[in-house]
């Protein structure tokens, strides 16, 4: 009977994704400030928005426009969804606006303009800032938060420091097409 009942919880487990809906995340590197940036799509994975200072400094502002999208068939329209940081080891400030969204159906994509500002700190030997965030969404919604967008801040004195910092970040997978810089 305990056997029974095990397998039937790893086979409803293994069911929950198939009936969630997803957020998909695009950002237009186009949108990002300070130019250059450089977004890399992981296709149903993490977002990440990589931008190229010259220097790292108290106060700096780094933005993009994030747009949202949800996927899915049992997805219990409109959702309103807000944020949450999953990593931020040195207290980048990261604001949303608007800070709440409602996905009113599953094509119109909605967009809040993302934020981040460097805290008051030395940044004279910080090479590297990273922060993540993704969607908080509410129970019963039927809508996974997926992966997330991952700010990638590169403190690089030449393109080619900055290239060699944006390799060890994406590694040799990514295919071309999911960069895009502007």
């Known amino acids: 009977m305990k056997r029974k009942a095990f397998w039937l919880a790893i086979l409803v487990i293994l069911s929950l994704p198939v009936f969630a809906g997803r957020i998909v995340y695009t950002v237009d590197p186009s949108t990002a400030s300070p130019q250059p940036a450089t977004v890399v799509a992981g296709g149903e994975g993490e977002v990440k928005v990589i931008f190229n200072a010259s220097q790292l400094e108290s106060g700096m502002v780094f933005t993009f426009t994030l747009d949202l999208t949800a996927r899915g068939d049992n997805v219990a329209y409109p959702v309103t969804v807000g944020f949450k940081e999953k990593g931020n080891k040195k207290d980048l400030d990261i604001a949303f606006e608007p800070a709440e969204l409602t996905l009113g159906d599953g094509t119109t994509p909605v967009s809040t303009l993302v934020t981040v500002t460097l805290p008051e700190d030395d940044y ?40 060699e910092a944006v390799t060890e970040e994406i590694g040799d997978l990514v295919i071309p097409e999911q960069i895009e810089t502007k």
């Open 124 to 163: 004279t030997d910080v090479k590297k800032l990273k922060t993540k965030f993704k969607v908080d969404a509410p129970k019963g919604a039927h809508l996974g938060n997926s992966a997330g967008v991952k700010v990638i801040i590169i403190k690089a004195a030449t393109a080619q420091e900055f290239l």
